[in-house]
């Protein structure tokens, strides 16, 4: 087969692009993740609730979540709703993710409700602006003059508060200092804007939601109290977040929802909602047939449109067994699975793919995971291999907030659902992780 197919189905599996809604590429992994369907878990409260409601989003990062919003954007559209999406980190994001605070957040929601909301009355956001610009001017070292500035660029300048916070460190405190004081006017303001936006929306939409996604990227910081820059963002100031005069969904880190404050997240946000991985093995160890056979979909569904003919057992793999091996290495990881591949396609001049390739790209990803995981670390791994469960620690979470430990889901025989974790497969042939295992099965 061509180096010409070899580049189509390279870039078929873009691991760090999520599949827009309707994409004929998406395999409903529904069942294999635990019945997890976020048109119900989080679009029926939008649709049927009377007040504006505030929800979280969790899982691992690149399980899907972002496919799964973009879906629910989709559907919520379908039923009446203006949708204003946006990624708060990523390429054109307005976040970092190493340096993250609430007022970026804020800055970012303004930004792209202005951008979404193209029919409302600016004047109370650029009213806000223009009391504080001077102050603003002042931190930026520039001259510009507000009131000689046409609308649309006035407008700009709220994009260009949230660019420099993202992309100039040595800006970005300075400019949270002179917002953090006016938040509560901010937000007057930015209410003031939404209900005249709500006013002016199309004949056949009835509602706002706002979606606010990769939030979850947030890396955690410990701060000296014990405390962790996550409980300042989505717990100390989450009355602001919330205080937008719209529907809202935002992303969160899957270690938070683990965290000692998940009960004050439920009595905030109500529970938050998480996918899970897609279950390719069962706890026993066993293959799980349906959910490895979803696995193997999304490499199919991503390839067939280049080669309707091929068959991934014979002509895109050189055979079944080192298809499965690259479906078992990710653990129903998705972004895991198009990486591995993906590395396994820099090792071959035509198809198919030999098992040395995936062999290769495994073992170049395992030793990522290897200087991943600190010393004191290896013992917790090893534990969870064990018992399958997961300790309420700052230890746990970070495993799994890198995802290190992965969180499986199902429903048993009474309908209960049933949560176990389980290593990343690739850890455990770390030579680390089984000296580990050894000596706790000895005792040593």
Known sequence: MSEELIIKIYNAIDPFEPLPAGDPAYVDCQEE??????????????LRSKRMTCQLYAGHRGAGKSTELLRLKQNLESQGCFVVYFAAIGEDGDIDPEDAQ????????????LEGLTAADPTPLLSWLRDRWNAFQEVAQTEIQFESLDIGAQIQQFANLSTSIRAVPSLRQAIRNQVEPHT??????????????????????????????????????????????????????????????CHLVYT???????????????????????????????????????????????IANRVNPFAPEADLETDIFDSADTLQKLC???????RELLLLMKEALNWV?????????????????????????????????ANVAKSLSIEND??????????????????????????????????????????TVVQLKTGN
């Open 328 to 334: 078992l290495a990710s653990g129903g990881h998705v």
């Open 184 to 245: 509560v006017t901010l937000l007057q303001a930015l209410n003031e804007f939404i209900a005249d936006g709500k006013n002016k929306l199309p004949p056949d939409r009835s509602q706002l939601v706002v979606i606010a996604d990769n939030l979850d990227r947030i890396v955690p910081i410990r701060q000296d109290d014990g405390r962790s820059n996550h409980d300042d963002i989505f717990l100390d100031r989450s009355e602001q977040l919330k205080n937008l005069d």
């Open 252 to 298: 969160i880190p899957i270690s938070m929802v683990y965290s000692n404050r998940a009960n004050d997240l439920k009595d905030t946000y109500g529970n938050p909602e998480l996918l899970p991985m897609i279950m390719v093995q069962l706890p026993n160890g066993e293959l799980y047939e349906p959910g490895f056979n979803k696995v193997k979909q999304v």
């Open 349 to 381: 001049d035509d198809l198919p793919i030999p098992a040395k390739a995936i062999r290769r790209a495994i073992t170049e990803t395992r030793d990522t995971y290897r200087r991943t995981v600190e010393k004191e670390q290896w013992s917790a791994l």
């Open 33 to 46: 993740r635990g019945d997890s369907n976020i048109l119900m878990d989080l679009g029926r409260e939008i």
């Open 102 to 113: 609430y007022t970026d957040i804020l800055l970012a929601c303004t930004r792209h409700l």
């Open 394 to 435: 700052e230890t746990h979470r970070s495993l799994l907030f890198r995802s290190c430990l992965m969180e499986y889901r199902y429903f048993d025989d009474h309908d209960e659902m049933q949560c176990w974790y389980d290593v990343h497969p690739l850890i455990k042939k770390i030579p680390e992780f089984k000296d």
